[in-house]
């Protein structure tokens, strides 16, 4: 196949996602809702516990609104990951993904379109919420919203293929839920996104090790020090290696061949 193919069925996927975004304003609605709720509501009630602090790559003290706003980032992505996934689930027994993953074009290279596409939608959401963060009196250097651009497509990325893993072990779609359940919420509260790391060492050595080998927590970390100009070298190492695990073990759950299509039964035996 030439190189117009792949570029066509890239380009077809992306702008079905983007469509089905448009066409379902509640999805952008409710991606936003949550990250408002916690800075609306909850970062007022913690300002006072929490703004007390100098930490990288902060160099004042900060409220609790500048702290959590990279973590509700992160934590949008993470939703839109999920969420991606379970239209996964859903279009591999239903819909357009159950053809093109007959089709010759390479298992992988449609994966990771549909990764890509999920990712563009969940970029454009965080910058309705950066903006919203910024009347909300949060404000990142200018330069901060582009240089972050780079770490939200890694991070977005990572969380997506995750997100892509765990959708080639649920059958059906009423299961996934359950799965997200037991996914997005450990991963989000036992991490940095809400609190600083040496707090949660101070309550839990325990759940400060659990946070700290957290995926999420060193996505979060990408975000924050790159909306203030700076590189978490640790955490930009971290993320791209989850990302390339998480893909790649996507990609070999969903070879009909060898993954966990093939004790079960992949889209080419069901069609």
């Not at 066409?23 to 709720?37: D, K, S």
């Not at 934590?75 to 159950?98: A, H, P």
């Not at 990302?243 to 889209?267: I, Q, S, T």
Request: aromatic share 14%; glycine share 8%.
């Amino acid at each position: 196949m030439s190189a117009a193919t792949y570029w066509y069925c890239l380009r077809s996927i992306i702008v079905r996602e983007g469509l089905r975004f448009l066409h379902q304003r509640e999805r952008f609605f409710a991606a936003l809702v949550r990250p408002l709720v916690w800075l609306a509501i909850f970062a007022v009630g913690f300002r006072a516990v929490l703004g007390v602090s100098i930490i990288p790559p902060y160099e004042t003290y900060i409220l609790y609104d500048e702290y959590v706003v990279p973590g509700l980032v992160a934590m949008i992505q993470l939703f839109n990951g999920m969420q991606n996934s379970l239209s996964m689930v859903y279009d591999r027994e239903m819909g357009s993904m159950r053809t093109l993953l007959v089709s010759p074009l390479p298992r992988w290279y449609l994966l990771v379109a549909k990764l890509l596409a999920g990712v563009a939608v969940s970029i454009a959401q965080v910058y309705v919420f950066l903006g919203i963060a910024w009347l909300w009196g949060v404000e990142p250097p200018p330069l901060g919203y582009l240089a972050a651009l780079p770490a939200l497509v890694l991070s977005g990325l990572m969380l997506g293929a995750l997100g892509l893993l765990l959708s080639s072990f649920v059958k059906q779609l009423e299961n996934f839920a359950g799965v997200m359940n037991f996914v997005i919420f450990p991963m989000f509260f036992a991490s940095s996104a809400l609190y600083p790391l040496w707090r949660i060492r101070e309550g839990s050595p325990t759940l400060y090790l659990i946070a700290a080998y957290n995926p999420f927590t060193q996505a979060v970390e990408l975000i924050r020090f790159s909306l203030y100009l700076r590189v978490d070298v640790t955490a930009l190492l971290s993320v791209a290696g989850c990302l390339a695990l998480f893909l790649g073990a996507a990609v070999l759950a969903y070879d009909p061949g060898r993954g966990f299509w093939a004790r079960r039964g992949g889209p080419a035996e069901q069609a």
